[in-house]
């Protein structure tokens, strides 16, 4: 979990605005981190591990593609709208703090590949 527990009381369902502010720790915590790669940008991650701890790695590491499921996969294609509708909305707090840590990775990658230059 990303969140600061102290700051929200995660595990009492009737603190106000809990789920939103645990999404707010999320991204807060997230943005604090010295580094954090995104499985989607495998090279780049390795890029940004190396400059952001000065270290070489010193050999290419594969991508194992096996670790996270397709979800253009046939199972997931043959749920109905609705379903999937659902499992959108159940993960709707995971979905934004995906879609912040991508735009916060990319603009990390980005001012890291320019400040060679």
């Known amino acids: 979990m990303?969140?600061?527990l102290k700051v929200v009381n995660c595990y009492d369902a009737n603190f106000p605005n809990r789920?939103?502010?645990l999404l707010k720790s999320a991204k807060q915590n997230l943005k604090e981190m010295a580094f954090f790669g995104l499985h989607t940008y495998w090279t780049e991650s390795l890029y940004l591990f190396e400059k952001t701890f000065n270290v070489r790695l010193g050999q290419d590491l594969e991508m194992d593609d096996g670790i996270l499921p397709n979800?253009?996969?046939i199972a997931y294609r043959t749920l109905s709208s609705q379903q999937q509708e659902a499992i959108i909305e159940a993960n709707r707090l995971?979905?934004?703090l995906y879609q912040y840590a991508t735009r916060l990775?990319?603009?990390q990658f980005e001012a890291a590949k320019n400040s060679l230059h």
């Open 2 to 4: 990303l969140a600061d």
């Open 19 to 21: 789920d939103e502010n």
């Open 71 to 73: 979800l253009g996969s």
């Open 94 to 96: 995971d979905i934004e």
């Open 105 to 107: 990775f990319v603009h």
